[in-house]
C-alpha cells in the first residue's frame, strides 16, 4: 500500500465530497469524513450536500429549441465540479445502486456535457472520481452495480477512477463499529486511482503473451 503523498505534492488538489444521503450525518457521511481527515494539510476539502442544494428531475433538452433555465443550485454544482480535482460521490446503497439525489446529480453532468459551447468534457478528462458507501449488507460484492456506475461514468468522461470504500451499518452511527471499513478509510485515498477504461477498451498490453498471439474475443 503507498503512503499519503508530500504536503507539497498535494498543493494544487482540490477534492469535491458530494453528499447524496437523504438525511444529514448519515453512516456515508461518517465514513467520507473519516477518510477525508487522512488527507494532508495542503489539500482542499469542500462539502456539498445535495438533500440541502435540491435539483428538480433532470429533462434532457438536446434537441429542445429553447434552452433549459439554469437554477442557482445547478450552477453552483457545476462549478463546484468543474473547480474539483478529485469528485467523490458519497452515497448509501439504495436497492444496490446510488441514491436518487446522487443520480440526479450524475443526469445533470449529460446537461453539462451537452449545453452550447460546452467544455465540461474536456475540463473533466484526466480528474479523479472516487466513491463512498455505507449497506446494510456485510458482503460488499453487492455493491458491484454502485461501483459499476461510477467506473464507467469515469471511463466515458476519460476520468481516473479511485474506487469504492465500502462500509457496513444499518441504524444511525452504526458504521463507526465497523473497524475494517475505519482502517480502509485511513488509507483510501492514498491508493493508485488507473484511469477508467470500459472493458471493450482492452488493448494487447492487456492481454497476456500479446505480440505471440492473436487474442479472442
Known amino acids: 500500500m503507498t503512503s499519503l503523498p508530500p504536503v507539497d505534492q498535494d ?3 482540490s477534492f469535491l465530497f458530494v453528499l447524496g ?7 456515508t457521511e461518517i465514513l467520507a ?7 494532508p494539510e495542503g489539500v482542499t476539502r469542500n462539502w456539498v450536500d445535495l438533500s440541502r442544494l435540491p435539483l428538480p428531475d433532470f429533462q434532457d433538452g438536446r434537441h429542445e429549441t429553447e434552452g433549459w433555465p439554469v437554477g442557482e443550485n445547478e450552477e453552483m454544482l457545476r462549478r463546484a465540479t468543474v473547480a474539483a480535482t478529485d469528485i467523490v460521490l458519497a452515497s448509501p446503497l439504495y436497492w444496490y445502486t446510488l441514491s ?3 443520480k440526479r446529480y450524475l443526469d445533470y453532468w449529460s446537461g453539462w456535457l451537452n449545453a452550447p459551447g ?6 473533466m478528462a484526466g480528474r479523479t472520481l472516487w466513491g463512498v458507501s455505507v449497506m446494510a449488507n456485510h458482503d460488499t460484492v453487492v455493491a458491484g452495480g454502485l461501483e459499476t456506475t461510477l467506473h464507467h461514468s469515469a471511463a466515458y468522461l476519460g ?3 479511485g474506487g469504492l470504500l465500502c462500509g457496513s451499518a444499518s441504524r444511525p452511527g452504526q458504521v463507526r463499529d465497523d473497524s475494517p471499513a475505519l482502517a480502509r478509510a485511513k488509507t483510501f485515498f492514498a491508493r493508485d486511482a488507473p484511469f477508467a477504461r470500459f472493458p471493450y477498451e482492452r488493448d494487447e498490453r492487456d492481454v497476456p503473451g500479446a505480440g505471440q498471439q492473436v487474442a479472442r474475443t
Do not use: C, I, V, W
Open 159 to 161: 476520468m481516473r477512477f
Open 118 to 123: 460546452s467544455d465540461f468534457k474536456e475540463r
Open 33 to 39: 469524513r473519516a477518510a477525508a481527515e487522512q488527507l
Open 21 to 27: 444521503s437523504s438525511r444529514p450525518g448519515g453512516n
Open 100 to 102: 436518487a439525489q446522487t
Open 11 to 13: 498543493r494544487d488538489r
